[in-house]
């Protein structure tokens, strides 16, 4: 992903604990997951912006946050972003639908906080393993 934001002369921004909780998931669908997040981030943030991706887990759940500071949606596109084949920047408009399909497969759930001119912020999140 860098090398895209490179092209774009974006940066990306990484914070995240160097000790998390282990959770059992499926790799390669959470690496599909975080990617469309940050794809769709780049996609979002302006020339020279920069991409924020932000790892860490609460009392309930590990949560992979991803925030642009692009355009924002509006009230009606936040509420088709999830849907299939609605795409507000030329792509497929499948890349969210497959985010929340990953994530409700593993027991989570991906949220969007968004504000019109002020970029958005996606949070992707895991249930932590109850011991």
């Given at each position: 992903?860098?090398?895209l ?5 974006q ?34 943030t ?22 642009d ?10 509420k ?32 969007v ?19």
């Amino acid at each position: 992903m860098r090398r895209l934001a490179e092209q774009r002369e974006q940066q990306i921004a990484l914070d995240y604990p160097r000790m998390m909780d282990l959770v059992e998931i499926d790799a390669p669908l959470v690496r599909q997951a975080v990617t469309n997040l940050v794809q769709n981030a780049i996609r979002h943030t302006s020339t020279g912006g920069i991409v924020t991706l932000r790892a860490f887990q609460n009392e309930h759940e590990i949560v992979v946050a991803v925030w642009d500071d692009g355009a924002g949606m509006s009230p009606t596109e936040r509420k088709r972003a999830f849907q299939q084949f609605v795409s507000h920047s030329g792509g497929t408009g499948l890349g969210l639908t497959i985010v929340e399909t990953i994530a409700r497969l593993h027991g989570g759930d991906v949220k969007v906080d968004t504000t019109l001119g002020k970029g958005a912020a996606f949070l992707f999140t895991l249930p932590r393993q109850t011991t």
